[in-house]
């Protein structure tokens, strides 16, 4: 005869072998997806000591902490211009008694987002003083009504730097981004540092280990050895994966500053829906990167609309061109190689 207590412990052993065999696989995925591109940790500030210019080196300013951000007050330009009077037209500055460590260009894609820029700015010109960063501000703007290229308009944005001065160090910065450390040092390493590890809209954690958009900080030289952005993604969406995916590919890690420090407040705006491409066009990213990226910027014929030195910033309007049509689009994507699925859904394992 079956008892209760007997059929009381049939029902704990299966469950518990359902609890246990769905522990075993999730710690199988999880070596599975164990990242070691990723770490964690605050940027190496070389001590260059033995370089020439050390007694002059600047020093980081150990009282530096975090800052409370208003993302809902707009100031107006001239209130800004009053703000930072130290600052060289075109959004210049650079410490004026101590040698900085890097020349940072802040690349801003932008259309249409003054508010959010104006915010920005408020917090962005005191904040890189206080950390004494030799730095200019770029706002990449693009021109006309199409959809919205951003990765075009960061390699626009580097290419056009390049030709003021010869940066170190490219911050590639979202307009409504607001940092809210001034511990989260705005200069290069040796990896790619995506310095927004921490997004409020994101309840301030990273949503999957390979996410590299928001704010990302690559030296000169690993801009060009991960060819900058893809041009072609119009839309919503993925160019910052791609982007990621080829850091990874170059031997690139993503360091990213903790999350308590890597804290980011963005300012509220609608959400746009991903290109009606979906995330199709990311799936050949491999067979694109090494053609379709800063070495491929000279044969877009982009135009240059208008280049102005603003008191605050300088601002770069351009004409990056049409998207595809969608015959063309088809035609071009028809033959090339496609990532696994398997190498997909890792991709976005959070
Ligand atoms: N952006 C812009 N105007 C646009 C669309 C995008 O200036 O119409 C720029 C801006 O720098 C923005 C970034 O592209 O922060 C990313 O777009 P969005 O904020 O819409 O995407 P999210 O990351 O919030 O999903
Ligand atoms: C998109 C990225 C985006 C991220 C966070 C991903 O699904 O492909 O472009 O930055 O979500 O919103
Ligand atoms: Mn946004």
């Excluded at 075109?90 to 508010?115: E, F, H, M, T």
């Excluded at 959010?116 to 700015?121: F, M, Q, T, Y």
């Excluded at 595809?324 to 035609?331: G, L, Q």
């Amino acid at each position: 005869m079956v008892t209760l207590a007997h059929r009381l412990r049939r029902v704990a052993i299966v469950f518990a072998s359902i609890l246990g065999t769905a522990y075993i696989i999730l710690v199988l995925i999880a070596l599975l997806n164990y990242n070691p591109r990723v770490k964690i940790g605050m940027p190496i500030i070389v001590d260059d000591a033995e370089l020439p210019g050390a007694g002059t080196r600047c020093k980081m300013d150990p009282d530096l902490g975090p800052v409370k951000v208003d993302i809902y007050t707009k100031p107006c330009m001239e209130e800004l211009e009053r703000m930072n009077p130290e600052i060289q037209a075109g959004g210049a500055w650079k410490p004026p008694n101590c040698q900085s460590w890097q020349k940072v260009a802040i690349v801003i894609p932008y259309r249409d987002r003054l508010g959010h820029l104006k915010i920005l700015l408020r917090r962005l010109h005191p904040m890189l003083r206080k950390q004494q960063i030799a730095y200019r501000i770029f706002v990449v703007e693009q021109a006309g009504t199409d959809q919205f290229n951003r990765g075009r308009l960061m390699n626009i944005g580097y290419a056009e730097a390049m030709k003021e001065d010869n940066f170190d160090c490219f911050i590639f910065h979202d307009v409504d981004l607001i940092p809210e450390d001034d511990r989260n040092v705005y200069l290069c390493d040796d990896q790619a540092r995506h310095l927004s590890s921490a997004i409020d809209e994101m309840r301030y954690h990273i949503m999957y280990y390979n996410y590299a958009g928001g704010v990302i900080a690559l030296n000169r030289q690993n801009v060009l050895k991960v060819n900058g952005y893809s041009n072609d993604y119009w839309g919503w969406g993925n160019e910052d994966d791609d982007f990621s995916a080829r850091t990874l590919a170059a031997g690139l890690m993503l360091t990213r500053p903790p999350e308590h420090i890597g804290r980011f407040k963005m300012v509220r705006h609608l959400k746009a829906d991903r290109s009606n491409h979906g995330n199709s066009y990311f799936f050949t990213w491999r067979s694109r990167w090494k053609n379709d990226g800063i070495n491929a910027i000279k044969e877009l014929n982009y135009k240059v609309v208008e280049k102005t030195d603003l008191p605050v910033f300088t601002n770069i309007s351009v004409d990056i061109g049409h998207p595809p049509d969608e015959k063309t689009w088809n035609e071009r994507n028809k033959n090339q190689e496609s990532v696994t699925m398997l190498w997909f859904l890792r991709f976005y394992y959070p």
